[in-house]
């Protein structure tokens, strides 16, 4: 199997129907394969050579699909570069991964100097935009138009697709080792447990393109016959104007980007009827959010994805059948048609249902491993099993609930505190807009439930009231002990809390605690 042939497929089917559109540019399949030949070419004539890595440091849009079909096209191995990086973190991803030639478009040229300064490896920069390319940097549409097409290199099975680079909050980032074997089951075994995406619909892309959720949401839409639209960055009014006008009928989005839709304005003036699907995942979501996105999204078919980018990154699915079902509501769903899970103790044993422990995964959609880190990917990847370091337990019918990520559990007074039970308490309380909660010291009780909450209205609310509001949800042991009240939580790019930075901001020691041995959720 290989990932260019969903390219090839799309054109023996629809060659002349509109496969991207972009800020009011369309291409049809055939034009787009065309410009992906030319510009593997051209990768090759930069001194690209199999297996060589080829960067991408860009906002979403219609040219990042080409790239990351060129690469591998040209031989090449494709290395997304995630975009909330600081140019630190950004250089040293490059450097680790050995990257020959960088795609930049206009929202990171500014970094150019600094990442030609400190990632030796780079031979060549190229620019992604409409402007004249800055100097020093090759222009994108002048290598298609220099360049005549060539024939795919017919990368696929074991052969490296991609090196995906999670963390770099703490510690150094991990580069995620996938093939095109990989990428490919976990999208087909998706999508063969349940209807994801419309058949011939319009997918938008408003999540990173660097992000493996929307990543993998692009190989399926090619394998559903979509159309993609593109979305440069998330913002509510964007995504609603982008749905009315070009009729999206299915989108990936976080808990975080389905929240401030369903609180913008432009909702409720907005046509957004042609909406069908809704595939969510990356942080738990409070069902609060939940229940006001079916409200908002009355006809929407809402689906859960639970894995993370060493997975491909899907390992469980919640279906929209599923969502129909309010005892479900807080689930993770069930493993997908190619993946197992168990539940194992702090010995690698498998616990009875019910009982909580590590999730593990085993599949072909198991990454090879982490690039040039051969320890920590014996530690992480036991007898075929991936360690996903997340904490939870499996229903007697198979539904897996992810209670906490296990560094993130809170032991207080002797009993375990899952951080998202708490979360998803506070969240019911029409004062709370969003809340993470974590562990502090506590000379009493070891550590005690600390609470960061965002407040929905200008006054923040009465610690007394919500403490008084969680006793009717949860168990005494835990409510938080104490509060904190800010304008906005620290998001990562894929959506989630950056809990570490929170703790780090009461516990100066936590970003080296907590360096480079955890994986990154989907």
């Not at 595939?279 to 079916?294: D, N």
Request: charged share 20%; proline share 5%.
């Amino acid at each position: 199997m290989q990932l260019t042939q969903l390219l090839h497929r799309a054109v023996q089917h629809t060659p002349d129907r509109m496969l991207t559109t972009f800020g009011g540019r369309t291409r049809t399949a055939s034009e787009t394969m065309e410009r992906v030949a030319r510009l593997a070419a051209a990768l090759r004539a930069q001194g690209v050579r199999p297996n060589d890595r080829v960067g991408i440091l860009a906002l979403n849009s219609d040219r990042y699909l080409e790239v990351l079909f060129a690469v591998p096209w040209a031989g090449a191995v494709v290395n997304p570069v995630n975009i909330r990086w600081s140019a630190a973190e950004i250089a040293f991803s490059l450097d680790d991964c050995r990257t020959d030639v960088l795609f930049v478009d206009d929202a990171f040229a500014h970094l150019v100097p600094v990442l030609r300064e400190r990632v030796p490896t780079l031979r060549a920069l190229v620019y992604v935009g409409d402007d004249a390319a800055p100097a020093g940097m090759t222009d994108m549409e002048a290598l298609i138009a220099s360049s005549d097409p060539v024939e795919d290199a017919g990368r696929g099975g074991d052969d490296i697709f991609g090196v995906f680079y999670t963390g770099g909050t703490t510690g150094h980032p991990k580069g995620v080792v996938l093939s095109h074997h990989n990428m490919l089951t976990s999208a087909y075994g998706s999508l063969a447990t349940t209807d994801l995406f419309t058949s011939g619909g319009v997918l938008l892309h408003a999540a990173p393109m660097f992000h493996l959720a929307d990543l993998t949401s692009l190989i399926m839409g090619f394998m559903r016959g979509a159309s993609h639209a593109f979305a440069p960055t998330f913002s509510p009014e964007g995504v609603i104007a982008l749905i009315e006008s070009v009729r999206v009928t299915d989108t990936v989005l976080v808990p975080t980007m389905i929240q401030l839709l369903v609180e913008s304005p432009a909702i409720a003036t907005s046509d957004v009827s042609s909406l069908q699907r809704i595939v969510y995942g990356a942080s738990p979501i409070a069902e609060a959010t939940l229940h006001r996105a079916f409200a908002v999204f009355a006809n929407v078919r809402f689906t859960q994805a639970y894995g993370m980018t060493e997975l491909g990154p899907i390992a469980t699915l919640l279906t929209a059948a599923d969502h129909e079902d309010p005892a479900l509501l807080r689930a993770a769903g069930r493993p997908v048609a190619h993946a197992s899970l168990r539940i194992v103790d702090a010995e690698g044993r498998e616990v009875p249902r019910g009982t909580v422990g590590e999730v593990c995964v085993q599949g072909d959609n198991v990454m090879q491993g982490y690039w040039r880190r051969p320890e920590l990917t014996d530690a992480t990847i036991v007898a075929g099993w991936m360690r996903t370091g997340d904490a939870g337990y499996l229903t007697e019918d198979g539904y897996l609930f992810v209670v906490d990520r296990i560094k993130d559990m809170i032991v207080s007074g002797g009993e375990n505190v899952y951080s998202s039970e708490v979360e998803n308490a506070l969240a019911k309380h029409p004062a709370v807009q969003s809340c993470a909660v974590i562990g502090l010291p506590d000379d009493a009780w070891g550590e005690r439930v600390h609470a960061v909450v965002v407040a929905a209205e200008e006054e923040a609310p009465d610690a007394e009231a919500l403490r008084a509001f969680c006793r009717a949800h949860i168990a005494g042991y835990k409510i938080p002990r104490s509060f904190e009240f800010t304008d906005s939580l620290p998001i990562s790019a894929a959506g989630k809390v950056l809990k570490t930075e929170l703790r780090a901001r009461h516990r100066p020691d936590e970003a080296h605690r907590s360096a480079a041995t955890g994986v990154e959720r989907l």
